[in-house]
């Protein structure tokens, strides 16, 4: 490990990660009879029985555990008994946990299929649901079965994604940033900005470029929602975004629109109405605690939450959006905090995004547990990947991990999830510190991690700003910061011609196209040596060699190729008795390809 830098600490999942915060949720997520979407396959096809598995917990005897499930939208229903299992100790808990188990009958394609678990405890007349534990059906948790295909859209698997902060990315020809020293309020970026920008995007290699919010909102980030049909008019107007499209599409890149469904602003004019009359019609359209007290985003009284529930008319409204921006053109979404609404609303929403664009590309925020994460699987196509990012950030970064432990997480992590969920990656976004920052301005830290980055299976997601060695002045959690907007400065154009990692990018992209690396190559750890902080990973005949220390490291490890070649350099190193040994730099990584024409 490097010595004398203090880590920046990150606290990406809300230090839900740390073992004092952990246990409490435990034992509260286990405690009743519980759901959570599992269920086996974790995708429902057409003519597959799929097995679903509840739980419940020994504060109260269940005498039985019984699936209502409609395939007419509940103008019938048929009620099937689970099975109990054995039941398990749980020393967390210091209880027993029971799990139930049930084999739906296949259905046919296209079906989609609704259902609620309720519980009888011994000796109630009351039922309990899962998840949330209501007494009445009406009032449970909604579960969702859509049988169709469910593989994302053949580009996605070689989508290479910019994220473009609209703001903060480029006010456009003949225009100046409308300010700079306040963080927290506009700067000035356009979309027109963005369409001025997009040669210079695909010059580095991306395909995919995904917008944060540009619908109209009282707010400089936008995540806030005032009107989902209408452009922000500081960014531009539909004119604007319709030829940012146009543009985008002649050059090969797709589009991806920030979408905010859990929250919106609280000067939304159906929210404003609902807040001034009880009986309005929209009144139906939040929660209520009661009127005029209302649920909202983390407390924060100007985002109220969207009650997207079953049968709810905000679910309805919410799909319309999507399915209007999509038939202008937009490729997909990238779901803002998607783990607020309940998984049954995003069975309906990528339906419906399907129905319009079969070839819609959608993954959301889920800032929790691969568990977690994975439950979204047969809903929308995947989760952005923050385990990943946890894991290089806490390995390159702040080198609080060893890399034997960063082997482990990685060999683990393509283990668990189907091939067919998509895990765009990243190193940072706009709600951390940016990766620069937390490295201590070391760039030779950012270039292996992006050299990881681009050679693991996930897309890679890079952030503007990466490419100039964008920082910021001092962390979102430090006393006095500005939190998120500390890692949001606006991108310094006047230094265009001299941004330090343009190159690099465009080298990672090309390798990730010419060596297929968003296909499911399977990920091999071939040498891991903590002492000398070394690293050699292979992913089909692509090696790639790491050293973390502040030395020079010479690596050891087995191969069966008969040769390694440098991509780079064209270096040539044959193997030996099975053996190859090289010489990495200090802080540095390279790529080899085996057995390939010297």
């Not at 269940?62 to 039941?87: C, H, I, M, N, R």
């Not at 079906?111 to 209501?134: C, H, K, M, S």
């Not at 395909?207 to 936008?222: E, K, Q, R, V």
Request: a negative charge; proline letters at 7%; hydrophobic letters at 40%.
């Amino acid at each position: 490990m490097r010595k004398n830098r203090t880590p920046i600490i990150d606290h990406l999942f809300g230090d839900a990660d740390l073992p004092e915060n952990a246990a409490p949720w435990l034992l509260q997520h286990w405690q009743g009879l519980h759901h959570y979407y599992r269920k086996t396959p974790n995708y429902p096809t057409p003519s597959t029985p799929i097995t679903l598995l509840a739980s419940t917990s020994s504060e109260k005897d269940y005498e039985s555990v019984t699936l209502f499930y409609s395939t007419d939208e509940w103008q019938t229903q048929t009620k099937l008994p689970f099975q109990k299992g054995a039941p398990r100790w749980d020393a967390l808990r210091w209880g027993w946990l029971t799990e139930w188990r049930l084999t739906l009958p296949p259905q046919s394609d296209g079906t989609l299929l609704r259902y609620r678990i309720g519980g009888q405890p011994r000796g109630e007349q009351a039922w309990v649901f899962a998840d949330n534990q209501a007494k009445q059906a009406e009032e449970a948790t909604h579960f969702s079965l859509w049988y169709a295909d469910h593989q994302p859209p053949g580009w996605s698997k070689d989508a290479i994604v910019y994220q473009v902060f609209v703001d903060r990315f480029n006010p456009g020809q003949g225009k100046t940033w409308t300010q700079t020293s306040d963080l927290m309020q506009p700067m000035g970026g356009t979309l027109r900005g963005v369409t001025e920008k997009l040669e210079f995007i695909r010059e580095m290699g991306f395909n995919t470029i995904w917008l944060t919010p540009i619908f109209d909102s009282p707010s400089h980030h936008g995540y806030d929602t005032r009107d989902y049909l209408k452009i922000n008019p500081r960014l531009g107007s539909e004119a604007d975004f319709e030829a940012l499209l146009e543009r985008a599409h002649q050059l090969g890149l797709r589009v991806i629109l920030d979408f905010v469904a859990n929250h919106c602003s609280d000067q939304h004019p159906a929210f404003v109405e609902a807040l001034a009359k009880q009986n309005s019609p929209f009144h139906d359209w939040f929660t209520w605690q009661p009127w005029p007290h209302y649920q909202c985003f983390y407390n924060v009284k100007e985002m109220p939450e969207l009650d997207l529930r079953y049968g709810k008319p905000a679910r309805v409204y919410l799909l319309e959006m999507a399915r209007t921006w999509l038939q202008l053109g937009v490729d997909g979404f990238r779901l803002d905090y998607a783990h607020g609404p309940e998984r049954d609303f995003w069975v309906d929403f990528q339906k419906a995004c399907r129905e319009v664009n079969p070839d819609c590309w959608t993954f959301g925020e889920i800032v929790q547990g691969a568990d977690q994460q994975l439950s979204f699987a047969g809903g929308i196509n995947g989760s952005l990947d923050f385990l990943t990012c946890q894991a290089l950030r806490l390995s390159f970064a702040q080198q609080t991990w060893p890399l034997s432990r960063l082997a482990g997480f990685l060999q683990a992590q393509q283990a668990y999830y189907p091939a067919n969920f998509s895990l765009p990656a990243f190193i940072d976004n706009h709600d951390m510190n940016r990766f620069l920052f937390s490295a201590h301005g070391d760039l030779r830290l950012v270039i292996m991690a992006l050299q990881l980055l681009y050679f693991l299976p996930g897309q890679p997601v890079v952030y503007y700003g990466t490419e100039a060695a964008l920082s910021q002045r001092q962390s979102i959690h430090e006393g006095g910061a500005l939190g998120f907007d500390e890692a949001r400065l606006p991108m310094p154009w006047s230094e265009q011609d001299n941004f330090p990692l343009v190159s690099l990018l465009q080298q990672l992209a090309k390798l990730r196209r010419d060596w297929q690396l968003g296909e499911a190559l399977p990920l091999d750890i071939l040498q891991v040596d903590d002492r000398q902080q070394t690293l050699v990973l292979q992913r089909g005949k692509l090696l790639l060699t790491l050293n973390r220390s502040d030395e020079p490291q010479t690596v050891s490890f087995a191969s069966g190729a008969k040769a390694l070649k440098d991509i780079c350099t064209a270096e040539v190193l044959l193997t030996k008795a099975g053996q190859v040994q090289l010489t990495l730099p200090p802080l540095s990584a390279r790529f080899f390809a085996a057995d390939e024409p010297c």
